[in-house]
């Protein structure tokens, strides 16, 4: 077939299986972001944007936009797993590439720890009988279980969950749009723009917090070799995904926005408890739905989301280690499932251990949202990068548009976010990058260099900017 003589040619034998289709591509990408996403972190957001939340998220699609027109340029060129640290080590230099995995590699270490912690503590406020640690172990112990069947079920478990997600929010934005019409609330255009509080800066800052939400289209690049139909597909799923959850986001936490009961002191105060949506949601419909969006949010979090995330760390962890830049065990393919067991448990369990740990902080949430986004945005800063070296310079194409024009508005509005971004992600941020450097400096001590299946020596040393 043609995807596995694409993936011939760079140096990879097929090993995954070819399952997916763009709906499960799709369905995946949204299941990852989360269509109730927003409900989780509304109150951060709405209090780091002024009040201006549908505006922070607006934006964030607008930025994403052009980061998924520059993965749908090179997972065309490189059609394989790896999402970034294949694109940027291919289409630069392999060096180059090894640090844009290291440092996309951070933020798909601590999602799954977020969201197993966040919805962990969600149900233990539900079920206080269940303590905190033992949702987390049934949370880790069911994705890990249902990811090691293999794809396709995880594409199965994932659909229904998402199918549950969609109908809580169509209940939520209609209850709240009746609850506007019949009185309650305040219609305004505040949550795009208040003269009040707006500055760029704090627009920056807020979309910083907001990216997490979309965080996951970019995770279908992941799926690159297991999925039906060549690469074109993937960059469909990833414009299909990021239209319609940034519809959705914007929806549901303008209308949100308009029904909270001390708009003010969410500004003064903040969300310490993550509540702010749930009490907009009261408001709206009373206590049930305030209870519904919580568990709803809670599910979405601990299984499909997770579940996701989970798959595509392992996918990562794989495509580095089979190339010789993490251990290689990580690079076993399951026979039975065509699934990177090993890669698959590795993740399950640090998941675990990091949420257990942070469980045990009272800042533990914050501290690990605060955190997350930052080596994601960095990495797709490489990845505009790459698409500009490997088409334009390399491949000396004349689509001055999609290869310099797209991925250089991106590349700005990215480096935008990421210096307005919060100061502890920055520190950790760039910790991790030196560590990844020391790390790479190990790796050409030990005679392992990064080095890329297929491609010529002069290439992988990044000196070749020639035609390959």
């Not at 033992?134 to 069947?149: E, I, P, Q, R």
């Not at 936490?253 to 029904?259: G, K, S, V």
């Not at 989970?310 to 993490?326: F, G, H, I, N, P």
């Not at 307005?420 to 260099?449: D, H, K, P, T």
Request: one cysteine or more; hydrophobic letters at 55%; charged letters at 10%.
């Amino acid at each position: 077939m043609y995807e596995q003589d694409e993936l011939a040619r760079h140096g990879y034998r097929q090993e995954l299986a070819r399952r997916l289709r763009f709906r499960d591509l799709v369905a995946y990408g949204l299941v990852y972001m989360v269509p109730i996403a927003p409900m989780a972190i509304f109150g951060s957001v709405y209090a780091g944007s002024g009040g201006m939340v549908a505006l922070a998220y607006a934006v964030g699609v607008v930025a994403l936009v052009f980061t998924a027109f520059s993965y749908a340029q090179m997972v065309k060129a490189f059609p394989m797993s790896g999402s970034v640290y294949n694109y940027a080590g291919r289409g630069t230099s392999a060096p180059v590439g090894f640090l844009a995995g290291w440092v996309i590699l951070l933020d798909y270490v601590l999602v799954p720890g977020l969201l197993y912690l966040v919805a962990s503590v969600a149900m233990h406020s539900t079920v206080p009988a269940v303590p905190v640690w033992l949702w987390l172990l049934g949370f880790v112990a069911v994705n890990t279980v249902v990811n090691s069947v293999g794809i396709r079920m995880t594409a199965m478990v994932t659909r229904v969950m998402l199918i549950g997600e969609l109908i809580v929010l169509a209940v939520f934005l209609t209850v709240a749009g009746w609850a506007l019409a019949s009185g309650r609330g305040r219609f305004s255009w505040d949550a795009f723009y208040n003269s009040d509080t707006f500055t760029w800066s704090v627009v920056a800052g807020a979309v910083s917090i907001a990216v997490l939400s979309f965080l996951g289209f970019d995770g279908i690049s992941m799926l690159a070799e297991e999925t039906r139909g060549g690469s074109r597909q993937i960059g469909r799923a990833m414009a299909a995904v990021l239209a319609l959850a940034g519809v959705l986001f914007i929806a549901q936490t303008w209308l949100a926005a308009m029904l909270l009961p001390d708009p003010g002191a969410l500004l003064a105060q903040g969300d310490p408890n993550g509540t702010a949506f749930y009490d907009a949601a009261s408001v709206a419909g009373g206590g049930w739905l305030a209870t519904l969006c919580a568990v709803a949010t809670a599910i979405a979090w601990g299984l499909p989301n997770s579940m996701v995330a989970q798959v595509a760390t392992s996918r990562l962890l794989y495509a580095m280690a089979r190339d010789r830049q993490l251990p290689a065990f990580l690079a076993r393919v399951s026979v039975r499932r065509n699934v990177p067991i090993n890669a698959t448990l590795l993740t399950g369990a640090v998941s675990l251990a990091l949420g257990l740990y942070m469980a045990t902080r009272a800042d533990g949430i914050t501290l690990l949202s605060s955190l997350i986004n930052f080596g994601a945005m960095v990495a797709f800063l490489v990845l505009h990068v790459s698409v500009v070296v490997h088409h334009l310079i390399r491949r000396r194409s004349g689509n001055w548009w999609a290869h310099l024009v797209m991925p250089g508005i991106g590349f700005m509005i990215l480096a935008w976010v990421v210096v307005n971004a919060n100061i502890a992600a920055q520190r950790l941020g760039l910790a991790w990058l030196a560590l990844g450097m020391v790390v790479l400096a190990g790796l050409y001590l030990s005679g392992r260099r990064p080095d890329l299946s297929g491609l010529a020596p002069a290439q992988r040393s990044g000196r070749d900017l020639e035609r390959v």
